[in-house]
């Protein structure tokens, strides 16, 4: 069984996006899905057949005050608007099809991370509500959300814990699985100023998060050499973007770019990756 296995990166998984709408295009089905935050957020988009659907909500409400912009911590306590992002465009203004989505045979894991722990864990996509709290839970970033409560307890962005999840696509029975990055190869992580800060503003409330934002960057590098590893090992397909993408890219036009590069890079890669998957 191949999986694909996909990284976060807030408006890098544009990237991710157009790499999977190659897939719906060349008609290539995963049995099993498994990602963090943007990664496995349009994820739902390549698993309910919808092609272009992750560029269409960018092109469209990228720049509205309602999708992402200071306001909303008024009314969410997040930068993002979350009933506008995970209710009234799915439900109302791009609707998801839920039909197609809740019928595919697979399995669709949302890594997240457990507020109180600092661990990650794996919830089934399939079973959310049309809410979304999975999904809001694994793109939860300290400072940009607040923590996500799912029966009783509270979470956070699963890439705090596990940001490339590909030891869970084999821990799960994947024998196989394709990796889709969203920083270029040569990418080492740093721990940054924003993560020492939050880290100190967390702490009291929640410590392990604390300790989760400060040693994200070595499981991030841990997790990426695996990657590397799987890959000379033949058990892995890597596919990355050629350059550093923004993380909270306004630009449409580079959001489009970067769906494009994503694009190509499937689409030339599809034969390698039919024959991969035997």
């Given at each position: 069984?191949?999986?694909?296995?996909?990284?976060?990166?807030?408006?890098?998984?544009?990237?991710?996006?157009?790499?999977?709408?190659?897939?719906?295009?060349?008609?290539?089905?995963?049995?099993?899905?498994?990602?963090?935050?943007?990664?496995?957020?349009?994820?739902?988009?390549?698993?309910?057949?919808?092609?272009?659907?992750?560029?269409?909500?960018?092109?469209?409400?990228?720049?509205?005050?309602?999708?992402?912009?200071?306001?909303?911590?008024?009314?969410?306590?997040?930068?993002?608007?979350?009933?506008?992002?995970?209710?009234?465009?799915?439900?109302?203004?791009?609707?998801?099809?839920?039909?197609?989505?809740?019928?595919?045979?697979?399995?669709?894991?949302?890594?997240?991370?457990?507020?109180?722990?600092?661990?990650?864990?794996?919830?089934?996509?399939?079973?959310?509500?049309?809410?979304?709290?999975?999904?809001?839970?694994?793109?939860?970033?300290?400072?940009?959300?607040?923590?996500?409560?799912?029966?009783?307890?509270?979470?956070?962005d699963g890439g705090l814990?596990?940001?490339?999840?590909?030891?869970?696509?084999?821990?799960?029975?994947?024998?196989?699985a394709v990796i889709i990055?969203?920083?270029?190869?040569?990418?080492?992580?740093?721990?940054?100023?924003?993560?020492?800060?939050?880290?100190?503003?967390?702490?009291?409330?929640?410590?392990?998060?604390?300790?989760?934002?400060?040693?994200?960057?070595?499981?991030?590098?841990?997790?990426?050499?695996?990657?590397?590893?799987?890959?000379?090992?033949?058990?892995?397909?890597?596919?990355?973007?050629?350059?550093?993408?923004?993380?909270?890219?306004?630009?449409?036009?580079?959001?489009?770019?970067?769906?494009?590069?994503?694009?190509?890079?499937?689409?030339?890669?599809?034969?390698?990756?039919?024959?991969?998957?035997?």
């Amino acid at each position: 069984m191949t999986g694909l296995v996909l990284e976060g990166g807030t408006f890098r998984g544009l990237f991710s996006a157009g790499f999977m709408d190659a897939m719906i295009e060349k008609g290539i089905e995963f049995p099993y899905v498994v990602g963090v935050s943007a990664g496995i957020s349009n994820a739902a988009s390549y698993v309910s057949g919808q092609f272009g659907r992750n560029l269409e909500i960018l092109r469209n409400y990228r720049n509205d005050k309602r999708y992402i912009g200071i306001d909303n911590y008024k009314k969410c306590r997040s930068i993002f608007g979350l009933d506008f992002v995970y209710d009234e465009i799915p439900n109302s203004l791009i609707p998801f099809d839920y039909d197609k989505f809740r019928s595919y045979k697979g399995r669709f894991m949302v890594g997240v991370t457990n507020a109180e722990t600092g661990k990650a864990e794996f919830l089934d996509g399939l079973a959310d509500s049309d809410k979304w709290l999975s999904l809001r839970a694994s793109c939860a970033i300290p400072g940009y959300f607040p923590p996500i409560e799912i029966n009783g307890s509270k979470y956070y962005d699963g890439g705090l814990a596990s940001p490339i999840c590909a030891a869970k696509a084999f821990k799960d029975g994947c024998d196989k699985a394709v990796i889709i990055l969203t920083q270029p190869t040569g990418f080492v992580k740093k721990c940054g100023a924003g993560n020492v800060i939050m880290s100190g503003i967390i702490k009291s409330r929640f410590p392990n998060i604390e300790k989760a934002l400060l040693i994200r960057h070595r499981i991030y590098n841990r997790q990426a050499e695996l990657c590397e590893k799987l890959e000379k090992k033949g058990k892995a397909l890597v596919f990355r973007p050629s350059e550093k993408l923004e993380s909270f890219q306004s630009d449409v036009s580079e959001l489009e770019r970067y769906w494009e590069m994503g694009y190509r890079m499937g689409i030339e890669n599809s034969e390698k990756i039919k024959s991969f998957m035997g």
